[in-house]
């Protein structure tokens, strides 16, 4: 009886994240508010996002003394606060879980102003692999 209260207990103070591992079609669907801002088409955001985080919004990338978040890889160091790195200048102003859950309303808030300050550069996998040939990430249920 004592385990099963504890895992109460554990289950109300940490609620569980809704991850989502979204599908090319599904995740179009979510971005398509995005598609030509800042001069990006949609497959283009959606290749980039797919090298970046396979779809899956629970990745979390540790690089180089810093950790990356969500689909988007939204770093810790610039642009959201964790209890890793204390002195984040947190540009997007908010706490890095949040782009671990399906709700990607501030992922894409946050990637917006990524853009608007950074350009499509700051995901490194846009360059090499997502500017050009970019038919086979057009959804064509839209």
């Known amino acids: 009886m004592m385990s099963f209260v ?13 991850a989502k591992q979204f599908t090319k ?56 606060r964790d209890n890793q790195i204390l002195q984040s200048r947190n540009i997007c102003d ?10 990607l309303t501030d992922d894409m808030i946050c990637a917006k102003k990524i853009l608007d300050k950074e350009g499509i550069d700051y995901w490194l996998a846009h360059k090499p692999l997502c500017s050009e040939k970019l038919e086979q990430w057009h959804c064509e249920k839209l």
């Open 6 to 18: 504890s895992l109460l207990l554990v289950g109300i103070m940490f609620p569980a994240i809704q």
């Open 25 to 80: 079609c599904e995740l179009s669907q979510v971005l398509k508010d995005m598609d030509g801002f800042g001069g990006i088409a949609l497959p283009e955001w959606i290749c980039t996002i797919f090298h970046t985080s396979g779809y899956d919004t629970q990745t979390i990338v540790s690089n180089n003394g810093s950790t990356e978040y969500g689909l988007f890889q939204i770093n810790n160091k610039c642009w959201c």
């Open 94 to 103: 908010i706490s890095c879980d949040k782009f671990l859950d399906d709700d």
